[in-house]
């Protein structure tokens, strides 16, 4: 197998590990660390894993720390020959935990796979350049498309100064969001589960005034599992730039609106959102309050299809 496809290999694994940090290690990013070295003693000399771990839980171990203590006694003299994969740069400043990027320089090993350099104020390519002049071999980009799709949070946070942003909702075939003014049930119980666990992947949720008067939604995960996402209300006095700034200042990296149709053409006219879900019934009503246009820059991310109900989500061309 060629070097390429055997970066991508082991970058993989470091995502699917990562994955497991989805809830407990935020607002810390998601991240995955694989060691692997060549036995010369083995038998058929090929490289094998001796080592890995991801972030389990915000102000523990990182990734590379739960990696290199994975490592067995008797595997520890292959380090020098290991290679470290890793998803998101190293850290190289003391934070809750040491530097990470120290860690990595003191176990000697030859070479470091990097999935994309961390946006961070305090790394953006520190950890990296530390790395390379303490004479590592490096290796950064490999599935970063990937790797900056598991942070997207994280990422636009710390780059945008805002939290990630999707709009949701759900309508009529014909495009509606009630039944002549009043509440209609267009989710069905599985769907609804799946919105449910929607709320717990992200940190916040919003509705508008007339929403939570008309509706009074209770917006937990009463339908799935984790913790219920922050709830704020839109209003007179409370506005979305309110909103952003209040979620900037307490570490609040993603947010579902789920309000009626103006609150969601107030945060497109605004051009604050990053994803667009829209799940559609197979049902039609006379009149009611007509869903939000969608934007003109979007484009299909992902179509599902569940009891009739279809979902489409969409992303920004």
Aim: proline fraction near 6%.
């Amino acid at each position: 197998m060629n070097q390429i496809l055997t970066d991508e290999k082991y970058m993989r694994r470091c995502l699917q590990l990562a994955r497991n940090g989805i809830h407990s290690a935020r607002p810390n990013p998601m991240v995955g660390c694989v060691i692997v070295a060549d036995d010369p003693q083995a038998a058929d000399g090929r490289e094998r894993i001796i080592g890995e771990g991801y972030h389990i839980r915000c102000g523990e171990g990182h990734a590379e720390v739960n990696a290199f203590a994975s490592v067995r006694p008797s595997d520890e003299h292959l380090l020098p020959l290991a290679t470290v994969y890793v998803s998101l740069e190293p850290c190289s400043h003391y934070g809750k935990t040491p530097p990470c990027a120290d860690l990595i320089i003191s176990k000697g090993v030859k070479r470091v796979v990097v999935g994309t350099v961390d946006p961070f104020a305090k790394v953006q390519g520190r950890g990296i350049e530390k790395l390379r002049q303490a004479g590592i071999e490096l290796t950064v980009g490999v599935l970063e498309t990937e790797c900056c799709e598991l942070n997207k949070r994280f990422f636009t946070f710390h780059q945008q100064h805002r939290p990630y942003i999707i709009l949701k909702w759900a309508q009529t075939a014909n495009g509606y969001l009630d039944d002549n003014f009043h509440p209609l049930a267009i989710s069905t119980p599985f769907t609804q589960m799946l919105s449910h666990r929607l709320r717990a992947d992200e940190d916040a949720i919003v509705v508008g005034r007339i929403t939570d008067e008309r509706e009074h939604p209770a917006l937990t995960v009463r339908h799935w599992s984790g913790q219920d996402p922050r709830r704020f209300v839109l209003s007179k006095d409370y506005s979305i730039e309110q909103l952003i700034s209040d979620c900037c200042e307490q570490n609040i990296q993603s947010l579902i609106v789920e309000g009626g149709a103006k609150t969601h053409e107030s945060f497109i006219d605004a051009d604050l959102w990053d994803e667009i879900r829209v799940e559609t019934a197979p049902i039609t009503v006379k009149r009611g309050t007509e869903a939000c246009p969608l934007p003109p820059n979007i484009s299909v991310k992902k179509r599902e299809v569940y009891d009739q109900n279809v979902i489409i989500t969409y992303q920004r061309t």
